[in-house]
């Protein structure tokens, strides 16, 4: 490969102002995609430099580069890593609520005369029709949309403020758009790709197998036998590490067990006040607590390398909250564990979560109220008495059926040739639920994860698309020896990977890959389906599309 201008650039760049010797793999080719102006989407693991990404490219391009990502603590953390360099052309300023007005037009003027090269802001900001056009004037180069699966209804983390970036980032000025993330399954990353109005994207996704990372899984008959197994971990493994559990009440509960054993342990929930959240994660990253129990709330965004290891004492919703879960332990490159305890009981507790459809009459009034004219989000929560996470949501899926659009200002309006309320109600309804069968099959997909018996690693990357050519061997399964290659299929695979197929009954859907005899398909209107290849072959089950 030719590399001749980009890459002595980079790396100039990333020993010079980042102290960096080399790049890692995965880096170069989005780093490039940057500076050639393209838009991006990058899939890199947790610890993997996907900061590195904007940050080294900014450094060479022209105005400056402006960040969104979805927490606060997140977005210091970065800036106090990019200013302890001590380089103009890598310090950062924020605007968030955290800054008074002072502090916001200060950012705002270091960026403006140059002092500042990086501009972290949140979509609520960019929402204020003054600020998006400050941001606008300072004729920024580049947006990098951080956690970018939040914007994904898919997404495990999914936030409906994030629903507008795609609109806001055109308010000001389209610059070229990198969207980073950990994880994400194919339909995430399309789900990526619609929702921020990508460009002909280059989707870069690298480095999925955690070599360092032992996956365990154990069975649980009942929760005295998974308190044991817990307690081995912790007894036998350094601190630190997280466990995550599936309800606030199980976090204190079991935070509380711990320390009556003479643990050295706290716990973190939503339901936390800001500042108990705060205090905790500082403790847990000051290695002032050995063993942060936690709801999946905890951990995005968290840098801190010396995590030993990772449990679950419920079974993941999905496969890609899971990886994320576990993609916190072993940042450092230093060996670390992932063990997963789990129940039969516990995919109830995940079809419970996934309740709750939302109300027609609800869908249908906001569908009414947005044909009164353009509004803000503000102004329909006034209207509809809607909360703010509701009325984001519910504006999605009105948006996803072509019944609302954001237009100008950031004021939510109805397209042309929209389906009137009832009908759009209907039609949301309607997509709510394909999107609920979809998350059930994901459910399916991790209880097939935990039962399986051939390489976990295979297992897992197969659901985000990704073929490996043998067993890991740094799984469970590997490690008992009962793990062997998989017998060569008389002829090919019936289909490629990531080919386009379709099903009599399931409709269209997209090969994601081959493990032994068994196929996975994710199907558009049903979710993912492990099929056995030869019953496929021999009766024709799949059609090329």
């Known amino acids: 490969m030719k590399l001749p201008v980009y890459g002595p650039r980079l790396r100039r760049v990333a020993r010079k102002y980042f102290g960096w010797p080399s790049l890692r793999p995965g880096q170069f080719k989005p780093m490039r995609a940057v500076l050639r102006r393209k838009d991006a989407l990058v899939v890199l693991p947790t610890g993997a430099g996907k900061s590195a990404i904007y940050q080294i490219p900014a450094v060479l391009l022209p105005g400056p580069t402006v960040v969104i990502s979805p927490l606060l603590a997140l977005q210091q953390d970065?800036?106090?890593?990019?200013?302890?360099?001590?380089?103009?052309?890598?310090?950062?300023?924020?605007?968030?609520?955290?800054?008074?007005?002072?502090?916001?037009?200060?950012?705002?003027?270091?960026?403006?005369?140059?002092?500042?090269?990086?501009?972290?802001?949140?979509?609520?900001?960019?929402?204020?029709?003054?600020?998006?056009a400050e941001v606008r004037a300072l004729k920024p180069g580049l947006v990098a949309v951080d956690e970018a699966h939040c914007i994904s209804a898919w997404g495990h983390d999914f936030r409906p403020d994030y629903l507008s970036i795609g609109h806001l980032i055109k308010g000001i000025g389209r610059p070229p758009v990198l969207a980073l993330t950990a994880t994400a399954s194919p339909p995430v990353r399309d789900d990526i790709i619609e929702r921020l109005q990508l460009r002909k994207p280059e989707v870069h996704v690298s480095g999925l197998d955690r070599r360092n990372l032992f996956l365990e899984v154990a069975y649980c008959p009942d929760e005295s036998y998974r308190t044991r197994k817990l307690h081995a971990l912790l007894d036998s493994t350094p601190s630190p590490g997280i466990i995550y559990v599936a309800t606030r009440r199980d976090a204190s509960d079991l935070s509380d067990s711990l320390v009556a054993a003479g643990y050295n342990a706290t716990f973190y929930h939503g339901g936390l006040n800001a500042s108990e959240r705060t205090a905790r994660h500082a403790d847990f990253t000051a290695d002032k607590v050995d063993i942060m129990v936690a709801t999946s709330a905890f951990g995005m965004g968290i840098d801190k390398p010396n995590i030993r290891w990772v449990a679950h004492v419920a079974l993941p919703g999905s496969p890609d909250a899971y990886f994320q879960e576990?993609?916190?332990?072993?940042?450092?490159?230093?060996?670390?564990?992932?063990?997963?305890?789990?129940?039969?009981?516990?995919?109830?507790?995940?079809?419970?979560?996934?309740?709750?459809?939302?109300?027609?009459?609800?869908?249908?009034?906001?569908?009414?109220?947005?044909?009164?004219?353009?509004?803000?989000?503000?102004?329909?929560?006034?209207?509809?008495?809607?909360?703010?996470?509701?009325?984001?949501?519910?504006?999605?899926?009105?948006?996803?059926?072509?019944?609302?659009?954001?237009?100008?200002?950031?004021?939510?309006?109805?397209?042309?040739?929209?389906?009137?309320?009832?009908?759009?109600?209907?039609?949301?309804?309607?997509?709510?639920?394909?999107?609920?069968?979809?998350?059930?099959?994901?459910?399916?997909?991790?209880?097939?994860?935990?039962?399986?018996?051939?390489?976990?690693?295979?297992?897992?990357?197969?659901y985000f698309g990704e073929q490996m050519k043998k067993p890991c061997g740094h799984c469970d399964n590997c490690a008992s020896g009962t793990v062997e290659p998989p017998p060569r299929r008389s002829g090919k695979d019936p289909f490629p990977v990531h080919s386009k197929v379709s099903h009599d009954e399931w409709g269209a859907g997209m090969v994601m890959g081959y493990e032994d005899d068994r196929m996975t398909v994710l199907f558009d209107e049903v979710g993912y389906k492990t099929l056995s290849v030869p019953v496929v072959t021999e009766n024709k089950l799949l059609t090329l599309v």
């Not at 360099?85 to 960026?111: C, K, W």
Request: glycine letters at 8%; charged letters at 25%; aromatic letters at 4%.
């Open 78 to 132: 970065q800036i106090i890593a990019l200013n302890a360099l001590g380089h103009p052309e890598t310090r950062a300023v924020r605007v968030s609520s955290a800054e008074t007005p002072a502090q916001q037009r200060a950012a705002i003027e270091e960026i403006r005369s140059g002092r500042a090269e990086f501009l972290f802001i949140t979509p609520e900001q960019l929402s204020d029709p003054d600020r998006m």
């Open 326 to 462: 576990i993609g916190r332990a072993g940042r450092d490159s230093q060996d670390s564990r992932a063990l997963l305890l789990w129940r039969a009981e516990d995919e109830g507790i995940q079809r419970f979560f996934t309740g709750g459809a939302p109300d027609l009459v609800e869908i249908r009034e906001l569908a009414a109220a947005l044909r009164d004219g353009p509004q803000t989000k503000t102004a329909l929560k006034d209207k509809t008495g809607l909360g703010p996470r509701k009325l984001g949501s519910l504006l999605g899926l009105l948006e996803q059926v072509g019944a609302a659009r954001a237009g100008d200002r950031n004021k939510w309006t109805v397209p042309v040739f929209a389906p009137l309320p009832a009908a759009a109600a209907q039609a949301a309804l309607d997509e709510y639920e394909r999107l609920q069968a979809i998350e059930r099959s994901r459910t399916d997909m991790m209880r097939g994860f935990a039962e399986t018996q051939a390489c976990r690693t295979q297992a897992l990357l197969t």
